[in-house]
C-alpha cells in the first residue's frame, strides 16, 4: 500500500520516522517540524489548563506552533521543559509532578537494565549511526527481506552485550544453521552511482539471509545465545545499520562466499524403500499390492467390491429371467 502525503501538509517528516526516545530518560518522544523551520522533541497531549503558556505546544498540518490547540484545549509540551534527567527550577506543582512521575519510570527502567543513561555510557562508545568497519569485507544480512550491513563478515559480529565487569561480550553470532547465502536483487537508487551499480552488478548480489524468526530478533538485536533474553544491556550501540546502495556500493558481492556450507548430519538417514515382497492383486489391470503374504488369487478391497457387485447384479438378471 503506498503512503501520500496530504497537499496540504507542512512538512515532509513522516510520523514513523519520527517517533525516538530521550537519550538521557528513555521518555517516548515524537520530533516535529516547527513553524520556522527547526525541530523540537514534543511529549503526549496535555489539558492546557496547568501547563504554564511557555510551554504550550500544538500540531497542525504537521507543524509544531506555540499556544494550545485552539479545538481541543489540549498541547503538548517540550520535552526539555520536562525530562527528569535535566535539574529545573521553579515549576508549577502539577508539572513537578509529571516530572517526578518520568523520574520514577526512569529509575524503574534502569534498575531493569533496560535503559542506560548518555551520561553514564562509557567515554569511549561509539554512537556513530554507521560504525567503523572492523574489517575491508563487510557483509550485507538479510533479516526477513529487510537489508543491514554488518561491520565485518558475518563470522566475524560480536554481541554487543554488556558483561558485569563492563567488557563487551567477545561471544559471535554466527552460527551455520541460523542461516545461508542467497542471491537477491540489488535495491534501485537514483542518479548515476545508482545506474553504474546496477550495471557493474547486473543488478543481483548475495547476502546471508536469515527467515526463521528467532534467529531474526537475535540478529536484530546483535546478541548471542548465551544473552539472548529480555533483560541484557547493551554495550555498544547495534553495528547492524540499514543496507544503503550509494554508501555501501563497494562492499556488494557479486559471487557467492565459499566455506559458509552447513555441516552435514552426523546421523545416516536411511530412507524405508518398502517391503521388498509384496503381493500384487490378481483383478485385472490392477496394480495394488499388499506388503503381507495373501493367498494366491488373492484381490485388494476395490476389486472385492467390484466382484460383489457385479455378482449381485448377476442374480439380480437370472432371477428376472423367465422360468421354462
Not at 99 to 110: D, E, H, P, Y
Not at 151 to 163: S, Y
Not at 194 to 211: E, F, N, P
Not at 288 to 316: D, F, N
Request: one cysteine or more; glycine letters at 8%; hydrophobic letters at 30%.
Amino acid at each position: 500500500m503506498a503512503m501520500h502525503l496530504h497537499r496540504s501538509n507542512g512538512t515532509m517528516l513522516l510520523r514513523r520516522d519520527a517517533v525516538a526516545r530521550c537519550k538521557h530518560c528513555g521518555t517516548p518522544i515524537e520530533w516535529f517540524d516547527r513553524y520556522d523551520g527547526q525541530r523540537i522533541p514534543l511529549s503526549m497531549e496535555f489539558p492546557a489548563r496547568p501547563v504554564p503558556v511557555p510551554m504550550r505546544w500544538y500540531t497542525a498540518r504537521g507543524l509544531a506552533h506555540p499556544g494550545a490547540d485552539p479545538n481541543t484545549g489540549q498541547c503538548r509540551i517540550p520535552h526539555p521543559a520536562i525530562c527528569p534527567a535535566l535539574e529545573h527550577t521553579d515549576l508549577p506543582p502539577e508539572i513537578e509532578d509529571l516530572v517526578g512521575r518520568l523520574a520514577v519510570r526512569m529509575r524503574k527502567r534502569i534498575d531493569q537494565g533496560l535503559f542506560l543513561p548518555e551520561a553514564d555510557r562509557p567515554a569511549d562508545e561509539p554512537r556513530k549511526r554507521d560504525p567503523e568497519p572492523s574489517a575491508s569485507s563487510r557483509h550485507v544480512v538479510s533479516l526477513y527481506s529487510t537489508l543491514h550491513i554488518a561491520p565485518g563478515e558475518v563470522q566475524d559480529i560480536r554481541c554487543t552485550a554488556l558483561h558485569d565487569d563492563g567488557a563487551r561480550c567477545e561471544n559471535r553470532l554466527f552460527d551455520r544453521k541460523d542461516g545461508r547465502w542467497e542471491e537477491t536483487a540489488v535495491p534501485r537508487s537514483p542518479g548515476r552511482q545508482g545506474q553504474r551499480l546496477l550495471s557493474a552488478t547486473g543488478g543481483r548480489m548475495w547476502v546471508w539471509s536469515i527467515r526463521e524468526f528467532n534467529h531474526t530478533l537475535r540478529w536484530r538485536r546483535q546478541l548471542c545465545t548465551d544473552h539472548d533474553r529480555g533483560d541484557v544491556l547493551a554495550q555498544v550501540p547495534n553495528e547492524l545499520v540499514p543496507f544503503s546502495p550509494l554508501a555501501h556500493g563497494e562492499y556488494v558481492l557479486g559471487q557467492r562466499p565459499a566455506g559458509y556450507d552447513r555441516p552435514p548430519a552426523d546421523e545416516h538417514l536411511e530412507i524405508h524403500t518398502g517391503p521388498k515382497d509384496r503381493t500384487v492383486c490378481a483383478g485385472d489391470g490392477c496394480s495394488h499390492a499388499s506388503s503381507r503374504s495373501e493367498p494366491t488369487g488373492w484381490l485388494c478391497w476395490q476389486c472385492v467390491r467390484v466382484a460383489k457387485r457385479r455378482a449381485r447384479i448377476h442374480q439380480q438378471w437370472q432371477a428376472s429371467q423367465p422360468s421354462d
